[in-house]
């Protein structure tokens, strides 16, 4: 399925491990605190649990949303709606 996943996390520190939580998981960076791929329900669980044991519940924020393919089709992107320095080709793919 596929998953956003977004955060505001305080220390840099704990920030860099989630991102590389975010990476293991092969999901992709779209901008600098925001990843999106596909990955399964299983793994999915696995990040959030990962990522519960890393961040300060008091003043981090993550937010993980899956979302089907036909809601991600009616997505709209405004703007430089990805940082052309962080898109993958694996991210321009679900945009095809």
Do not use: H
């Amino acid at each position: 399925m596929l998953t956003w996943v977004m955060y505001d996390i305080v220390k840099d520190k704990i920030r860099n491990k989630v991102s590389k939580c975010c990476e293991q998981a092969g999901i992709y960076r779209v901008q600098y605190s925001v990843f999106l791929g596909e990955i399964s329900r299983t793994k999915c669980k696995e990040l959030s649990c990962q990522i519960e044991e890393l961040i300060n519940p008091e003043i981090d924020r993550v937010y993980i949303f899956p979302m089907c393919n036909e809601d991600f089709k009616s997505c709209q992107l405004l703007g430089q709606a990805f940082d052309p320095a962080l898109i993958t080709d694996e991210i321009k793919a679900f945009f095809l």
